[in-house]
């Protein structure tokens, strides 16, 4: 019988996810967890943070999946200027037209925050040792202010439950504060980060939260608040926790675990990624010198964010310009027969075997070294201007690239070492979900929109809350500004 309830608790705690929007705010009960049943053990605590864990996955419906709309990763990157998105492109996408249901799905993650805040209140009284009480709790604290920083991030303050006495109380509050939101995720990871692992980096624990996500989770709350004094130490603790840049950009992504990736979604037979058949051309055989399965050609890097790399960058390893076609014939950028390019170039982070890269079995990076150094650069630049110690930190990243930089024009000013860092993230962070906070917080991204000749405005900086939890709340719960 506890076997079943192990099974049955961990599948709900999945599923959670994809409850329909007749309740989207409140927690949805389907058994009463208390000290005297749940959890007794420590299989059965796992169970129930494998649950947490699995809304990070990268396959169908997870906040790292390549192509869903209920994707942070996805929409993150397919609203900005290093995706020519062709699935999006139906009059929402970059297009700055979303309509008012359009980006609402990570709303699904408020009852998966109220089940966090179950768990916590359930395993304090539990009678499993304090040391795993401790480390359990630390987890879920952190996986909590993980999901509050994602919806934070595209709808601003959201009610959360984070009471475990009014779990069960049914009556609607206003949107809380921004300052009393960004408290709380504060608080949790201030509060994790004494009690998690140090780097889980080829260790069995590879996959669960550690010392250093948390506080990249810390440091970007800071810095998208322009709090840099704030940003500042956080970020330089990350930089004593043992992580270093591989001297090759491209084995990033083929070495799992390796010393530079902080945190990746895992993968698996079951847990597949999706990114190779998302970007992939339905006529492609191979490219970069990898055989490939056809895929279904929706994504491709537009040609003005490619021709920001200098021609001998080596970042530019993962991005293909040509393919072999299945009629053997090669496709080429601006050649008489260029196939599927016109659309763009073919990202291709992952240059794995064919093995691999077909049954999509390597983990998604989403966590890294190389974002640590460029945020300090420019937690430094915001701080005290172009100096010294902000160029030294950069050029870390951008030596292992190739990338030269042009040193009197990138440090003149504040503003032309910002503009520098700004492209300089996207060359190195390209689709791996940072885009769209990094041209926010750098003032980019609406002036990139109009630039496109999009209805950009500053309303965008937001997308705005789903009709059907206005109404769920009887208009108690407030619209974004614009909306």
Same mark, same amino acid.
């Given at each position: 019988?506890?076997?079943?309830?192990?099974?049955?608790?961990?599948?709900?705690?999945?599923?959670?996810?994809?409850?329909?929007?007749?309740?989207?705010?409140?927690?949805?009960?389907?058994?009463?967890?208390?000290?005297?049943?749940?959890?007794?053990?420590?299989?059965?605590?796992?169970?129930?943070?494998?649950?947490?864990?699995?809304?990070?996955?990268?396959?169908?419906?997870?906040?790292?999946?390549?192509?869903?709309?209920?994707?942070?990763?996805?929409?993150?990157?397919?609203?900005?200027?290093?995706?020519?998105?062709?699935?999006?492109?139906?009059?929402?996408?970059? #297009?700055?037209?979303?309509?008012?249901?359009?980006?609402?799905?990570?709303?699904?993650?408020?009852?998966?925050?109220?089940?966090?805040?179950?768990?916590?209140?359930?395993?304090?009284?539990?009678? /499993?040792?304090?040391?795993?009480?401790?480390?359990?709790?630390?987890?879920?604290?952190?996986?909590?202010?993980?999901?509050?920083?994602?919806?934070?991030?595209?709808?601003?303050?959201?009610?959360?439950?984070?009471?475990?006495?009014? /779990?069960?109380?049914?009556?609607?509050?206003?949107?809380?504060?921004?300052?009393?939101?960004?408290?709380?995720?504060?608080?949790?990871?201030?509060?994790?980060?004494?009690?998690?692992?140090?780097?889980?980096?080829?260790?069995? #624990?590879?996959?669960?939260?550690?010392?250093?996500?948390?506080?990249?989770?810390?440091?970007?709350?800071?810095?998208?608040?322009?709090?840099?004094?704030?940003?500042?130490?956080?970020?330089?603790?990350?930089?004593?926790?043992?992580?270093?840049?591989?001297?090759?950009?491209?084995?990033?992504?083929?070495?799992?675990?390796?010393?530079?990736?902080?945190?990746?979604?895992?993968? $698996?037979?079951?847990?597949?990624?999706?990114?190779?058949?998302?970007?992939?051309?339905?006529?492609?055989?191979?490219?970069? $010198?990898?055989?490939?399965?056809?895929?279904?050609?929706?994504?491709?890097?537009?040609?003005?964010?490619?021709?920001?790399?200098?021609?001998?960058?080596?970042? /530019?390893?993962?991005?293909?310009?040509?393919?072999?076609?299945?009629?053997?014939?090669?496709?080429?950028?601006?050649?008489?027969?260029?196939?599927?390019?016109?659309?763009?170039?073919?990202?291709?982070?992952?240059?794995?075997?064919?093995?691999?890269?077909?049954?999509?079995?390597?983990?998604?990076?989403?966590?890294?070294?190389?974002?640590?150094?460029?945020?300090?650069?420019?937690?430094?630049?915001?701080?005290?201007?172009?100096?010294?110690?902000?160029?030294?930190?950069?050029?870390?990243?951008?030596?292992?690239?190739?990338?030269?930089?042009?040193?009197?024009?990138?440090?003149?000013?504040?503003?032309?070492?910002?503009?520098?860092?700004?492209?300089?993230?996207?060359?190195?962070?390209?689709?791996?979900?940072?885009?769209?906070?990094?041209?926010?917080?750098?003032?980019?991204?609406?002036?990139?929109?109009?630039?496109? $000749?999009?209805?950009?405005?500053?309303?965008?900086? /937001?997308?705005?809350?789903?009709?059907?939890?206005?109404?769920?709340?009887?208009?108690?719960?407030?619209?974004?500004? $614009?909306?």
């Amino acid at each position: 019988m506890k076997k079943i309830l192990v099974t049955i608790t961990l599948l709900l705690c999945i599923c959670v996810n994809f409850m329909g929007c007749k309740k989207q705010l409140e927690p949805e009960f389907f058994s009463q967890l208390t000290s005297n049943n749940f959890p007794k053990t420590e299989k059965d605590a796992n169970a129930i943070l494998t649950g947490f864990y699995a809304n990070f996955r990268h396959d169908w419906m997870g906040l790292y999946c390549a192509i869903t709309r209920t994707s942070w990763r996805y929409l993150s990157s397919t609203v900005t200027d290093e995706v020519n998105d062709r699935w999006n492109a139906d009059g929402m996408g970059n #297009s700055f037209n979303w309509g008012a249901n359009t980006y609402g799905g990570l709303f699904s993650l408020a009852p998966v925050v109220a089940r966090t805040t179950e768990f916590i209140a359930t395993i304090d009284q539990s009678p /499993l040792p304090a040391s795993l009480k401790k480390s359990a709790t630390a987890e879920t604290k952190c996986l909590r202010a993980w999901m509050m920083f994602l919806m934070y991030d595209f709808y601003g303050p959201v009610n959360v439950r984070l009471d475990p006495t009014k /779990l069960a109380d049914t009556s609607y509050a206003p949107r809380p504060s921004k300052q009393q939101y960004m408290d709380w995720m504060v608080k949790d990871l201030t509060e994790a980060i004494p009690d998690l692992l140090n780097k889980t980096n080829g260790t069995a #624990s590879w996959g669960k939260v550690n010392k250093a996500l948390a506080s990249m989770l810390l440091m970007k709350i800071y810095m998208n608040d322009k709090q840099w004094d704030k940003a500042k130490p956080v970020a330089e603790s990350i930089l004593n926790m043992g992580y270093s840049l591989l001297p090759s950009y491209k084995e990033v992504f083929i070495q799992e675990g390796n010393n530079e990736v902080i945190w990746a979604s895992p993968s $698996g037979i079951n847990v597949p990624s999706r990114h190779m058949p998302c970007s992939t051309p339905w006529n492609i055989k191979s490219m970069l $010198g990898q055989n490939v399965d056809q895929g279904w050609g929706g994504q491709f890097v537009p040609w003005d964010f490619y021709d920001r790399f200098q021609a001998a960058d080596k970042r /530019l390893e993962t991005i293909a310009i040509e393919y072999i076609a299945v009629d053997n014939t090669v496709k080429k950028r601006n050649s008489p027969d260029w196939g599927e390019l016109w659309q763009g170039a073919i990202a291709f982070k992952n240059v794995l075997s064919y093995e691999k890269n077909s049954t999509g079995n390597f983990s998604t990076v989403a966590f890294r070294y190389a974002d640590v150094l460029l945020s300090l650069s420019e937690i430094e630049n915001e701080l005290n201007g172009p100096t010294p110690k902000a160029l030294e930190l950069a050029k870390q990243v951008t030596d292992r690239a190739g990338h030269i930089i042009n040193v009197p024009v990138v440090t003149a000013t504040k503003n032309s070492f910002r503009n520098f860092l700004s492209n300089e993230r996207g060359r190195e962070l390209y689709w791996e979900g940072w885009r769209r906070q990094d041209m926010i917080r750098m003032g980019t991204w609406i002036p990139w929109g109009l630039s496109k $000749g999009f209805a950009a405005e500053a309303k965008h900086v /937001l997308f705005p809350i789903p009709p059907s939890i206005i109404n769920e709340s009887r208009g108690i719960i407030a619209q974004n500004p $614009g909306y």
